[in-house]
Every structure is written in structure tokens, then in C-alpha cells.
């Protein structure tokens, strides 16, 4: 049978038009890693229109002032300040370069305010016989209020531990939830234990991602939703005790707790980050954090500064002093305790 | 899309029917199995996980069965092929690693023509390609793994010449596939598995795909070497797979040296 010449034809054709599928990539000298990180978080961070209007987040305006501190000769440690100094014109808790010797970092919403947790005093409330269910510390206090602390939302808890642990504090007449100091973790782990205080789904949160390399470049936000957990649930007055390291996961979680009718959040203003972090890498190595994916609160409200509590309370060095947490304190008046 | 989606299936199922057919004939039909084992280099990118490039090492299983059909007057054959790989690559920095694998299931038929006293067979035909797999960045936090899902239709092309030495037959082969349509899943741009999976939104994560958006292309070599009771084959094979999808880029290029034995059988 003699050879269709179009088969030859076409087979060539298609052999020499695949082409390779690579990006824009940059050299590893110190311009090369300036250029490559900006470029990185131009397209793929996402709070740069909302931070445009927060504070005049001008991100072109932040290549100008910093692509003049660069030079081709510049040591590696002087590369990484400058690096850092501006991935913190961002101000953003979730955006961090790690080199083998140090981590760049923006810290200012907790650092530059009242810390409001004293880990010291928080053993005179816990005791040494308190119980451990998963990544949660628990126990009664001396007026029937049960103390829950959860220091972490990377230590995981099951739902068999969360019916145990409320089963064992089912008898007091109110739960403090204390996530000062809880930087966060898996949002898994929170939404597990905020579906133990809502007896209906509830759209607590939306949130959306980053479709192309546009600054408003997003997908239609959708709706995150708790819904009541099968196990047992928390029927009675809750205090959610914050302050401004309650970042993150637990910035989520505080903003699902405060839409159930029975919660109350009491301390000081969460200190945000509502972006989900993805990674990333400088040509040299270094890696990269930035916020990727935003979440918004019940009615599209940024979250990213955080969420104010109901009741505004900051710890006295008077009661630091006598070994006493003024935000615990306050909970308990609230729960019918003290 | 969907109904491109629905088109694409349609064309699937009407080559599974196709290969279902049978002519009942009793004429010997040479059946040929082989299975190698290989190991080469691997250039894995995918710009979900990261935007440089990983250099690696990969080690390669290919199962590969030709069946002669009675279709067409016996000059259609049937190709299966599975192949599955497992890779290891590093930033140029060093700093970072990533792991990769790869299964990868195909059925072709082709059609073959004989020249040269049938010492060279040509062949060509369709191909239906299926492969899962994955890439998992060591170092990632929320966007540790890009999950691995694609199907294609492909054309498949393939020159065999047969070199009849007493003392030691030889058998060149060389073919090429290249996928024009299918179906993909990724994730949007800077959209992250936690949203998918565990929120259920997943709209956009399955893609129409075809030769603009997955420019991919496999070639390969075998020589076969007949001794008197075995014949081994030794081969190269350049595997080109890559994507423009979701805003996003990943390539995965290895190049791999294989060995194996081939078993020559007849089918009734």
C-alpha cells in the first residue's frame, strides 16, 4: 500500500511545533532576586487594592524606592534586609522570606501593642491537674466555669475528643475558649471546634482566590460554612478570650465564633491575617510566603486588621501583680462566675 | 465546555467499542509483550509549587503489549502501554526538593503498512492516553502537591525496520505521540486544594485542553536484539509533558534509558 505523503507530513509538523512551556526567569545576582521577588508578589498577592486604600499601598512606587538600593555587588545578608524591609511595606504577617539565617518578617500587629497574655499566670487558672484532649488544655474553675485553652490550632483535635472534653465539662454554667497567643494553624482544626457552638449552618465566612496575575484579578467569592457538628454540642454562655496574636486560622475562627448568639468575645482586637499563605522561591533559594487567598467576613468585610471584640479589656499590672488575668476575670463576671 | 467534555467521552467510549469487536477467523496472530525498566534525568516546573525549575533523577517501568487485530485485513494492530515513573529533583540553589510520580495507561490502534519486502512497517493511528500522578514540593506549606489528572486523544505514528542477520536479527523502532484533545484537572491560578476539597468549590478545575494549551509530545526508541532463546530490547525514551492551563505553567521533561526482555507469542 503506498505511504500517505500527509502522514509524514503531518508527524513533522507537529514534532517541530511543540515548543517548551517555561516563564520569564531571572538570574541569581542580587538584581535578578529583586526583580523576581516583586514581580512574584505583583501577581500573585492579594491584598494589594485593599492596602492601596487602607494606606496607599503603592506597590510600583515600592520598586522605585527599593530597586535603587540594589547593586550588582551587594552581599547576601545586605540583599536579604533590603528584601525584607520590602516585603514589609506590605505589612502582613503572612508574607515572609526565609534564608538559611534568617526569616524576614512584619510583626508590627502584635508587637507594637499590649501582649494582654502572661503564660505564668495562666498556670494559676490551669493548675498541674488539668486534662488534655488533642491540642486543647481543660479544666474547671473554682466557680463551676470550665477553662479551655488552645494554644495552637497546628496541634490537631478530633472530634472524639472535643465530645469528651465537652461531655466532661457538661455540668458548668459556662466555657471560657481562650485563643490568646493562638497564632494559628490548620483551619481544619478550627472550623472542627467551632462546629461544637452552633446548632445551624451558618455562613461564616466568603472567600475567593486569584484567577491571573491582575492586582483584581479574583473568583467570585464563596461562602465558607460551619455547619453543627453530629457530636455533642456547647448549649450554654461561651467566652472567647482573644488578643493581638490571635492571628490567622484563629482570626477565621474568632469571626465564625462571634455570629453564634451565644458567644463572646472578650480581650483585646484580633491581629488579623485572613490571606491563606502559599510558598514560593527566589532564584537563589530563598524561600517565600504571601498571602494568596482571602477571606472575607459575613457581610465581605476585610479581615486582614483583624476583628474587634465585644468587650474591649486589657490586663492590669494590678492584677499581673496578685497573679491574676484581668481578661479571665472578666469572662467569669460575664459567665456567672465571680 | 461541558458539551466539549461530553464529545470528547463520546469518542472514548467509541474507541473502547471498536476495540470490543471481534472477526472470528483461526489465523495466527503475533502477539508481542515486553517489559522495561529504565532510568534518566527529569526536569520537573510547575509554577503552582514554584517558579524555578527542579533537575532530578527518575526511575521508569514500561509494560507494553502489540496485538495484531483481524480488522482491516489483519493490518490493524493494538498497542497497550503502561508506563508509571517515581522522580526525585532539586532547586538549582539546592535548598529545596521536590518528589514526583507519574502512572500512565495508553491504548492505540494503528494501522500498519508493509514495505520493503514488509523489512519496514509504517504505522499510524489513534491513541487514548489516561495519566495520574503527582508533584510534591518538600518545602511548600498551603500549595505542598500539584495533583496529576489528564486524559487525551493522541495521534500515534510508528516505523519499524527489521534487519533479518542469522547470527543476530535486529529490530529498530521508533514512535511518536502526540496528544491534540483532552481533558485536564488544575487548580485555578492561585486557588489552593483546601478550597477545593475540603470547601467543595471546584468550578474551573476540570479544562478543555488540546494542542495550544498541551504542547506534549512522547518519542521513543527500541532496538531489539534476537538471540536464540530471547529477545532483549534496549530503548530511549523522551517524554515532553506540558501545560498552559488556569494561568498556570508546569513542564515535566525526562529523558530515560531503558532495558528489557520481549516475549514473542500467537494468539487463535
Same mark, same amino acid.
Given at each position: ?7 509524514? /507530513? /503531518?508527524? @513533522? &509538523? ?29 501577581? %500573585? ?13 503603592? !506597590? ?18 545586605? #540583599?536579604?534586609? +533590603? ?6 511595606? &506590605?505589612?502582613?504577617?503572612? +508574607? ?9 518578617? $512584619?510583626?508590627? !500587629? ?14 494559676? $487558672? &490551669?493548675?498541674?491537674? $488539668? ?30 475528643? #472535643? ?5 466532661? @465539662? ?8 481562650? /485563643? ?21 449552618? +451558618? ?30 454540642? !456547647? ?18 475562627? /474568632? ?32 524561600? +517565600? %510566603? ?31 501583680? %496578685?497573679? #491574676? ?9 460575664? &459567665?456567672?462566675?465571680? | ?45 510547575? =509554577? ?20 495484531? =487485530? ?199
Amino acid at each position: 500500500m503506498r505511504i500517505p505523503a500527509f502522514l509524514t /507530513v /503531518v508527524i @513533522l &509538523l507537529l514534532t517541530t511545533s511543540v515548543s517548551c512551556i517555561r516563564e520569564e526567569s531571572f538570574e541569581n545576582t542580587p538584581q535578578g532576586n529583586f526583580e523576581a521577588l516583586w514581580q512574584m508578589m505583583d501577581e %500573585r498577592y492579594c491584598f494589594f487594592e485593599y492596602k492601596h486604600q487602607e494606606y496607599g499601598l503603592d !506597590w510600583d512606587e515600592v520598586y522605585s524606592r527599593y530597586a535603587s538600593l540594589i547593586t550588582s555587588d551587594m552581599p547576601s545578608k545586605g #540583599l536579604f534586609e +533590603v528584601l525584607g524591609n520590602m516585603l514589609a511595606e &506590605l505589612r502582613d504577617g503572612h +508574607v515572609n522570606l526565609y534564608s538559611n539565617y534568617d526569616v524576614a518578617r $512584619y510583626w508590627k !500587629w502584635y508587637e507594637d501593642y499590649p501582649a494582654n497574655f502572661n503564660d505564668s499566670i495562666i498556670r494559676n $487558672y &490551669l493548675g498541674t491537674d $488539668y486534662k488534655i484532649a488533642g491540642g486543647c488544655k481543660y479544666t474547671i474553675l473554682d466557680d463551676n466555669i470550665a477553662y479551655v485553652r488552645y494554644a495552637s490550632f497546628a496541634s490537631g483535635i478530633g472530634n472524639g475528643n #472535643l465530645s469528651d472534653m465537652l461531655n466532661e @465539662l457538661a455540668f458548668c454554667n459556662g466555657l471560657i475558649l481562650d /485563643v490568646r497567643d493562638n497564632g494559628g494553624g490548620m483551619l481544619t482544626n478550627a472550623q472542627r471546634l467551632a462546629a461544637r457552638f452552633t446548632n445551624e449552618e +451558618v455562613a461564616t465566612s466568603y472567600m475567593c482566590h486569584k484567577t491571573g496575575k491582575g492586582h483584581s484579578d479574583f473568583s467570585s467569592p464563596e461562602a465558607v460554612k460551619i455547619t453543627p457538628s453530629d457530636g455533642i454540642r !456547647w448549649q450554654k454562655p461561651v467566652a472567647l478570650l482573644t488578643n493581638r496574636s490571635s492571628y490567622s486560622a484563629t482570626n477565621d475562627f /474568632v469571626n465564625a465564633m462571634r455570629q453564634f448568639p451565644l458567644v463572646t468575645v472578650i480581650g483585646d482586637r484580633t491581629g488579623g491575617g485572613s490571606g491563606m499563605p502559599f510558598s514560593s522561591e527566589l532564584p537563589n533559594g530563598w524561600a +517565600v %510566603r504571601f498571602s494568596a487567598c482571602p477571606t472575607y467576613g459575613p457581610d465581605m468585610e476585610p479581615l486582614e486588621f483583624g476583628i474587634s471584640p465585644d468587650i474591649r479589656v486589657d490586663m492590669t499590672s494590678e492584677d499581673m501583680a %496578685r497573679g #491574676l488575668d484581668t481578661i479571665i476575670e472578666v469572662a467569669r463576671k460575664r &459567665l456567672g462566675g465571680r | 465546555m461541558n458539551r466539549r467534555i461530553t464529545l470528547f467521552l463520546c469518542v472514548l467510549c467509541a474507541m473502547f467499542h471498536l476495540s470490543a469487536q471481534t472477526v472470528g477467523e483461526d489465523v495466527a496472530r503475533p502477539i508481542v509483550r515486553s517489559t522495561m525498566y529504565g532510568v534518566g534525568s527529569i526536569n520537573l516546573y510547575d =509554577t503552582y509549587l514554584s517558579p524555578v525549575e527542579y533537575s532530578g533523577t527518575q526511575v521508569r517501568v514500561l509494560r507494553e503489549s502489540i496485538r495484531m =487485530t483481524r480488522w482491516m485485513e489483519g493490518h490493524v494492530s493494538r498497542q497497550t502501554l503502561f508506563q508509571g515513573y517515581l522522580a526525585a529533583a532539586e532547586n538549582v540553589a539546592g535548598t529545596s526538593s521536590e518528589l514526583a510520580g507519574m502512572v500512565n495507561w495508553n491504548y492505540a490502534l494503528h494501522y500498519n503498512w508493509y514495505l520493503a519486502d514488509k523489512r519496514l512497517c509504517l504505522s499510524a493511528g489513534p491513541m487514548m492516553q489516561a495519566h495520574g500522578g503527582f508533584t510534591y514540593n518538600t518545602r511548600n506549606g498551603n500549595n505542598p502537591a500539584q495533583a496529576r489528572l489528564y486524559a487525551n486523544l493522541a495521534a500515534s505514528g510508528m516505523a519499524q525496520y527489521h534487519l533479518p542477520w542469522k547470527c543476530c536479527p535486529l529490530t529498530f523502532r521508533y514512535q511518536v505521540d502526540l496528544p491534540f484533545l483532552g481533558v485536564m484537572f488544575s487548580p485555578q491560578y492561585g486557588q489552593s486544594y483546601y478550597e477545593i476539597f475540603s470547601l467543595g468549590h471546584s468550578d474551573g478545575t476540570v479544562v478543555f485542553t488540546s494542542f495550544h494549551r498541551q504542547p506534549t509530545l512522547r518519542h521513543w526508541f527500541t532496538a531489539d536484539l534476537q538471540f536464540r532463546r530471547f529477545t532483549l530490547r534496549l530503548g530511549y525514551m523522551a517524554d515532553m509533558q506540558q501545560a498552559r492551563v488556569n494561568a498556570l505553567r508546569s513542564h515535566d521533561y525526562s529523558h530515560t534509558f531503558m532495558i528489557g526482555l520481549v516475549h514473542n507469542l500467537a494468539s487463535f
